[in-house]
């Protein structure tokens, strides 16, 4: 298992070099000036603009720069935002808000949308089950942004339970509505997904056996059936949590949550290369640690999967 | 896995051939998967509602007149500044009322189907055919080829869709369909390269493969005739289903700015409709409908598309 | 060991076979499938029964209702969308049929136990054969995890597992295909049941195994003077094993004759055809014989004696009349104790 992992982990050194890159290219050579930006309509000074580039390093080659930035990285070093505030600072400041909203949502999705998928999955065909079907379809064809303007709508405008925009972010009741908005679409798959698992292991041999066997229904279902059918939902929770903290820039935005979708949204809208690129490089390692941590899981989950 | 024809367990099929059977025939015969995936579709009313839906949109996208006479941009201020929706005049003008620039939010929506529907089809058929390349060497060929192209759709993967597309649509001060066209399919053609990769695999491995390759097949005769047609079922559905995603895409980026620009599109008119939620909700409900009716068609026929095929999950 | 008799006319479980009674009796029972093209008629009116040390195999080929009989004795038929229409499953004088749920289940697996022919898709892939077996003795007889286990390995020892001791953790995958069934018998052993009903014990081994793991099976049944019901299309495997042989076609008992009678005169056409399409050493070079035709469709079961449209003795009287079950006698009149066919020209298939 150690090799399987130090494998592992030696693959994922290109992915994240060619992960980053691939960022870090679209952000500083493609056109649109970042300094330029930063004055916005302004007539700009071209001695002073060179003066930034020169700052910012902007005015080297493009590889040197991503060289510096990597070889920072390696220091903590995430460089600095045109502001001048250091990147890391900002995602101090980000990303534990972030975080609780993700883990707000990741719960609600595991409990209510796990529990949607077995009751459904084991009363499949009857009414319940058509009642959640056609709900998950809805919830995973509106699009994120129409979720959060209808919950502001009538849950916070027109019958007043909720704070249409959160306040406090340490407080978790204003954060369970923008929690829901991030984990609808999530929920519904993994409400759908349980469901598909369920069904198929409740047909396989062994669940055949496990009643031959005369096994009480409790056991059967809670050992049986669920030991085989939450293997790929489990895997598919672990890679979520990434997404879910990468998804957050249009919760956050409607609820306006100061976190790292805010902050990235901001920084995309003005061309604030570094702290662009400093959070897509969290993320990215999110991304990275998370699927491998599936793929452990994966095989401990399931003795037939062996590390090779 | 195409070939249903076996010899009955009791003896040789020429006797089987020659004696008359008038009760057991019916099941034995013979039908190709395709042919059953159609049965099945035909009797799905989930696909005869999307498909129904779906034909709609795509006449909505070619034809907007059809629907409506009334140009919408066409902006009357002084009458029907945010008029309330006259839920009874059925194709008018204020059937859904009027936005903020007193334009008639009935043709607005009917107008701003095209760019979803050319959006959804352009990058799904552009996803489709990087990806499906992609994956098809990757599986067929295996080995160096298959771990470099692997790494390359892990590394596009490390970047969500809106996120890339946020960032590459950025650089473009003009923003036209075909920007966010391109911005789109850059960054999801990854979920259709693993899924034809998976498929490809799957079909190396068939014995019709080896024995077509035993018959001295050539490499691209066993791609294109042998392979492709068996990987078809996964990537439609998998298509199918991404378009919706597509679609919904686009109208987010529009929503948040960095989509379309200056054209009628629902992203966008859902995006202006946004401060007047409070006063004039149907301005964005009733784009917000239209789009998520889109969406929702697309996955459903994706749905029932696998059904057909996999009809033991129902 | 707890009994679940209810006190009533019958005996009681532990004075077995006092009165001669068989251990189960199956009367009359339908079973059909209601499916989208239409009822499926899977079995229609079946009888046959076991005593305790008895063996009977029940012959046919896939589609006769074989293993459908065996699934509603068992209870794990599918319902919906199966259906029992009518007919009775007599354990013990007592029908299973009409029991409550709970009371069936004690049956399941301590009493009645069944063998599956895949056992690598019958186990469970992500639990130890050890937890599947010691499960048995957790569940029915509330032992600890630790004394559950210590059965397992007894258990896999019993039958001949090697190095039983240190593979009680391993997972189904990690057995070859004739040891997995072992664990598929040790697991219906486990609570040494009075019924064991092993569904194509052997088909899915090769060749050589499949002698080793038949011999145990009857070894052990031998043993624990237990009935079994041997599923099969097999000819072979039953010749050895069987007392006596119930043969099935679309969902009925078309034959029935103690083991060896059997094989010597069959009564029925398909029988008889079953037989000659064995291969023999003395007819090398000669063409194989084969049943023609295909197994009837379960929708549609050709009207008169469902074999008609493949019976070479065929008359107008078998596409229009079911023929019963009849005994089956000498020339001279005497009964041959224990067969019966149902064919309308028994005489002419067994003395002709």
Redesign the interface.
């Known amino acids: 298992m150690g090799r399987y992992v130090a494998r592992r982990l030696l693959q994922m050194i290109p992915v994240f070099i060619g992960t980053t890159l691939l960022i870090f290219l679209m952000v500083y050579s493609l056109p649109g000036d970042p300094v330029k930006a930063l004055f916005g309509q302004r007539a700009s000074d071209p001695a002073t603009v060179e003066r930034l580039r020169h700052q910012f390093g902007l005015d080297k080659p493009l590889l040197t720069q991503y060289w510096d930035y990597i070889t920072g990285l390696f220091r903590g070093d995430f460089g600095q935002s045109f502001t001048g505030r250091p990147v890391a600072d900002l995602m101090a400041d980000a990303f534990p808000v972030t975080i609780r909203l993700a883990l707000l949502a990741f719960g609600i999705e595991i409990v209510i949308g796990v529990t949607l998928g077995v009751v459904t999955g084991l009363m499949r065909g009857k009414f319940l089950d058509r009642f959640v079907l056609v709900f998950t379809l809805i919830v995973t064809s509106i699009p994120v942004f129409v979720i959060g303007f209808v919950t502001v709508f009538l849950f916070g405008l027109k019958w007043k339970v909720i704070t249409p925009t959160v306040q406090d972010s340490m407080d978790i009741a204003q954060l369970f509505a923008p929690a829901m908005v991030l984990g609808a679409l999530s929920l519904a798959y993994v409400s759908r997904l349980t469901r598909t698992t369920v069904v198929e292991n409740l047909r396989a041999d062994y669940m055949r056996t496990a009643l031959a066997k005369g096994l009480p229904r409790r056991r059967i279902i809670g050992v049986h059936l669920m030991r085989n059918s939450l293997i790929p939902v489990v895997t598919f929770l672990g890679t979520d949590l990434g997404t879910l903290m990468g998804g957050a820039i249009v919760t956050e935005g409607i609820f306006n949550i100061q976190g790292v979708g805010n902050t990235l949204f901001r920084a995309i809208q003005t061309s604030e290369g570094p702290t662009v690129v400093g959070i897509v490089t969290v993320l990215v390692l999110v991304y990275l640690v998370s699927s491998l941590v599936v793929d452990l899981l994966y095989a401990v989950l399931d003795p037939r999967i062996r590390y090779a | 896995m195409l070939n249903p024809t076996q010899a009955p367990e009791a003896g040789p099929v020429s006797a089987a051939a020659e004696a008359p059977l008038p009760g057991g025939s019916e099941i034995t015969k013979a039908r190709s998967l395709g042919q059953d995936a159609w049965r099945e579709l035909r009797s799905n009313p989930i696909f005869w509602v999307s498909a129904v839906l779906l034909v709609l949109f795509l006449l909505m996208a070619a034809v907007p007149s059809l629907f409506t006479s009334t140009d919408p941009g066409h902006a009357d201020l002084r009458n029907h500044y945010l008029g309330k929706p006259e839920w009874g005049h059925f194709f008018q003008p204020d059937w859904f009322g009027y936005n903020g620039q007193g334009q008639s939010v009935y043709a607005r929506t009917i107008y701003g189907a095209r760019a979803s529907v050319i959006i959804g089809f352009c990058v799904t058929l552009g996803v489709t055919l990087v990806g499906g390349v992609i994956g098809m060497f990757a599986g067929y060929f295996g080995g160096l080829l298959d771990t470099l192209l692997s790494r390359l759709t892990d590394i596009f993967f490390g970047i969500p869709l809106l996120l890339g597309g946020m960032v590459l649509l950025q650089a473009f001060t003009h923003r036209t369909i075909w920007t966010v066209v391109l911005a789109l399919a850059t960054f999801g053609w990854m979920p259709l390269a693993r899924v034809m990769r998976g498929a490809v695999i799957t079909q190396k491995q068939a014995d019709f493969v080896t024995a077509a390759r035993a018959l001295g097949a050539g490499t691209t005769r066993i791609l294109l005739r042998h392979i492709l047609p068996n990987t078809l079922a996964p990537v439609i559905v998998v298509a199918t289903i991404a378009l919706g995603g597509f679609v919904s895409t686009e109208a987010t980026l529009s929503y948040l700015g960095i989509g379309l620009q200056s054209t009628v599109s629902w992203g966008v008119d859902i995006s202006d409709a946004q401060n007047v939620l409070r006063d004039a909700p149907h301005v964005l409900l009733v784009p917000a409908s239209f789009l998520s009716l889109t969406v929702l068609s697309f996955i459903l026929l994706g749905d029932a598309v696998r059904d057909a095929f996999d009809p033991k999950l129902r | 060991m707890t009994t679940i008799e209810k006190t009533g006319a019958e005996p009681s479980a532990r004075v077995e076979d006092a009165d001669g009674g068989p251990l189960l009796e199956v009367r009359d029972l339908h079973v059909e499938f209601h499916t989208r093209d239409g009822v499926a008629k899977a079995v229609n009116g079946v009888n046959y029964s076991v005593s305790a040390g008895e063996t009977l195999a029940v012959l046919g080929?896939?589609g006769s209702g074989k293993s459908v009989t065996a699934q509603a004795i068992?209870?794990?038929l599918d319902m919906p969308p199966g259906k029992i229409p009518q007919g009775e499953i007599l354990f013990r004088g007592e029908d299973m049929l009409t029991m409550a749920p709970e009371e069936r289940?004690?049956?399941?697996?301590?009493r009645i136990?069944?063998i599956?022919q895949?056992a690598l898709?019958?186990?469970?892939?992500?639990?130890?054969v050890g937890y599947q077996l010691g499960?048995?003795f957790r569940?029915?007889q509330g032992l600890s995890k630790k004394d559950a286990k210590a059965k397992a390995i007894e258990l896999m020892e019993r039958v001949r597992i090697p190095a039983a001791k240190e593979r009680v953790g391993d997972?189904p995958?990690q057995f070859s295909g004739g040891m997995r069934q072992r664990i598929m018998i040790a697991?219906a052993l486990a609570l040494e049941p009075d019924l064991i009903i092993a569904d194509e014990p052997t088909t899915a081994l090769d060749v050589t195994v499949q002698a080793q793991v038949m011999d145990l099976l009857a070894e052990l049944q031998r043993e624990y003077n237990m009935g079994l019901i041997l599923i099969t299309?097999d000819l072979g495997v039953v010749a050895d094993v069987a007392d006596k042989i119930a043969v099935m076609y679309a969902g009925r008992i078309v034959e029935t004759a103690p083991v060896h009678e059997l094989y010597k005169r069959p009564a029925h056409p398909y029988t008889k055809g079953l037989l000659d399409?064995i291969p023999r050493l003395d007819h090398k070079g000669q063409e194989?014989?084969?049943?023609?035709?295909?197994?009837?469709?379960l929708?549609?079961?050709?009207t008169g004696c469902a074999f008609n449209?493949?019976c070479p003795k065929a008359q107008d009287i078998c596409t229009t009349e079911v023929p019963a079950l009849a005994a089956v006698a000498e020339q001279d009149g005497t009964e041959l104790p224990g067969r019966g066919s149902a064919c309308h020209f028994w005489k002419e298939t067994i003395h002709g």
Do not use: C, Q, T, W
């Open positions: 080929e896939s068992m209870g794990i289940r004690k049956i399941r697996g301590r136990a069944m599956f895949d898709s019958a186990l469970n892939p992500v639990l130890s499960e048995m569940v029915h997972y995958h697991m299309h399409s194989l014989y084969a049943i023609k035709g295909l197994p009837p469709n929708l549609k079961i050709p449209p493949r």
